[in-house]
Every structure is written in structure tokens, then in C-alpha cells.
């Protein structure tokens, strides 16, 4: 029996807090919303926690990033509020083998900006929309389960140009009725972790109700989560005497 994946779920938990709107649709939070449902998708595959931007070092030591296989985090509202320090830390556990799972709005996180080095700009229109997300690898394991397309009725919309570097697999492609595209699963490897971003999920709409979309999250909490002991990359240096690494 495998050890089961741990789960650590972040939300900046602003919304919540003063928008009625949201409190409407996520009485419990909108990270304890989607941990609920990790924990239903996965049962006793995964152990899930959570943390929020409120907390002391906004609830990610480096206990808690030690003892996290995968990290998911959404932020819309307060990214500048995240300390730097915080972002360094989730970066290095990242580089040694942390799942990371970047949702919506975390396009825009420090923690994705400094993982992509690009702007992760985009375009966007805050209407309620239709959004259709086209599998477009169905080969693989995020999408697995997954059905073409899947149909959000209610949603904002993003579209291209989406300035982050190329994917390492583009796994699906959103679609919006204003003839928009956007690339909307996106993955990555940084260091010795994998990271994927996943579009939907605007805190004016019920999303991460949505049945497959949490069964997309729990697909890429297994894509994600590391598959050997987790270590920094070493780095070596060849000097005259040979190679030595670097300490």
C-alpha cells in the first residue's frame, strides 16, 4: 500500500470575507471547498489540509511545505500581499520535487510569475459566459475521465495572448462565445517538480462545485505529486582536477 498523497489546499480567503456574493456561493471557503472535494474524489489516496493568506507566513512554513507532496493556490484579489520570503520558500520546494497547481487567478501570483519568468499577462472579460474546455491530450492523466467538452455554463472569460512560456503539455484549450480561445491546462516541470495551471475558476461563480472540474483537480494532484525523494538539483562544476559539486 502506497503512503497517500498530502494535499496542501491555499486560498487567499479575501473574497470571502467581504464580498456577499461569494460568501453566498463558498459558505465554507473556496480552499475548503475544493479540499472537500479532493478529499471526496481521493478519499484515502490523499491526507489535505489547508492554509490562507491570513495565517502566520500566510500558513506555509517550511514544516508545512516539508510535509506537502502537492501545493494547489488560488489568489485574485491580495497577490501583493504574499511576502517574498513565503514565495522564495514555495519556490525552493517546488525546484526539489513540490507538486504545484496554479488555479485561475494564481496566473498572476508571484509564486507562477517567478516559476514562468514571463508576465503571465492575459486578457480577460468579466461576463457571465460559457465556457467550453476542449481536451486536447487525451492521453493523459489529468484528463483522464474527463468529458469533451466540458461545459461550464457560468464563468468569466480569458483569452490569448497568454504570455507564458510554451507548455510542456498543453493538456486542454478553452473556448468562450465571444470566439475567445485560451490555453487553459497548462504544464510545466521546474527543477525537480511538476506544475499545471488550470483556468477555471472566477469567485463569482459556483466552479469548484462543478463536478468534473474537481475531478480535473484531483487528476492533477496525482499527475503532480513526486514520485522519488525530494532533493534541491545538485549542481556540479567540472574544475581541472574533474568534476566536484558544488556545496
Known sequence: MTDPIRVTVWGENVHEGRDETVRKLYPDTMHETIASALRDKLGQDVVVRTAWLQQDEHGLTDEVLAETDVLTWWGHAAHDQVDDAVVDRVQKHVLSGMGLIAL?????????????????????RAEDDRELIWTVAPGHPIARGIPHPLIIDREEMYGELF?????DELVFISSFTGGEVFRSGCTYR????????????????????HSDVQQVIANAVG?????????????????????FQKG
Do not use: N
Open 223 to 243: 499527475w503532480a505529486a513526486p514520485t522519488s525523494p525530494r532533493q534541491l538539483p545538485e549542481v556540479h562544476h567540472r574544475g581541472e582536477s574533474g568534476w
Open 104 to 124: 485561475h487567478s494564481a496566473h498572476f501570483s508571484k509564486i507562477f510569475i517567478k516559476l514562468m519568468g514571463t508576465t503571465c499577462s492575459l486578457d480577460w
Open 190 to 209: 521546474r527543477g525537480q517538480g511538476r506544475v499545471f495551471y488550470f483556468r477555471p475558476g472566477d469567485q463569482e461563480f459556483p466552479t469548484y462545485h
Open 163 to 167: 504570455d507564458i512560456p510554451q507548455p
